[in-house]
């Protein structure tokens, strides 16, 4: 996964079909932009907003393709919740990440609540696949024309000075899936480094609930958080925070996932596209 393309990540929400009468087999997409925060920290005024999107799309540029060559170890872990927000069940899958144009993931090992001593190869490698699509990335050009962007303020993140831009929804934008219904709505807040342009965090969630399924289905809520860590390879992604509740007929969905990602390094050798690894219980 790219660390500084601005990140809009997409927020795939598997299991969907649970809550559609008729058996619907589709996934949620969310595609993630963000900005905001009201504190004042430079001595220096701040460029124009257009100055500091562009600056921050050409950095994105530069860092994604320095990450194409490079490997890192990530865990997902997967938390079923109640209505009290306590996790009623909890599964941890670990891998090694190789992203690129020949993207590969190989599965470490699956652990947590009541996970079998051979789990199913195939389960756990659709899993992974999930964990993956949830961080699908987008670039602010494909998306930016969606929302109302200004730049917020300024901030400090661990001694970085940081740009905050925020960004609401624009109204009456045109939709040609359930995708696209609920980017619409997405509002959020993006942290860029003053002196890099690198996005060192997000936060973003709905505006309001938005109804899905036609209609069947409605998504009252959806938070999402993103975080870099400084490295030997620069800025990258650190962790990507999901927290997603569904309403449907007869049937709730509440659900937490966990992405961390670590131990960034140039990839061993050119890996084969695709979902492999053999899968233990620990």
Known sequence: MPAEVLCFYSLTVKGASRYHAGGM???????LLAGLVPFAVHAEPAPVLQTIVDR??????????ALQSMQYDQTAAVDQLDDSDKTVQHEVLHM?????????MQIVSVTGDNAPATPDQAAVQAKARDVEDNKQTFTLRALVNRFTLALAGEDQIAGQPTYVLAFTPKPGQPYQDETEKVVN???????????TYTVLRIEARLSHPVSVAWFLARIPTLD????????DAG??????????EVDALFVGFHERQTIDMMNF??????PTAGVSG?????
Not at 96 to 104: E, L, T, Y
Not at 185 to 194: E, F, K, P, V
Not at 224 to 231: I, K
């Open 96 to 104: 090694i990440v190789s992203p690129g144009a020949n993207p590969s």
């Open 56 to 65: 921050t799309l050409a950095h994105s540029d530069a860092q994604q393709q």
């Open 265 to 270: 390094r140039p990839r061993a050798s050119k």
């Open 278 to 282: 053999v899968v233990s219980r620990q």
């Open 235 to 244: 800025f990258t992604p650190s962790q990507v925070g999901i927290t997603l």
């Open 25 to 31: 087999n589709r996934y949620f997409r969310f595609f």
């Open 224 to 231: 999402f958080h993103y975080s870099t860590q400084d490295s």
């Open 185 to 195: 709505q997405l509002q959020g807040r993006i942290w860029i480094s003053a002196r």
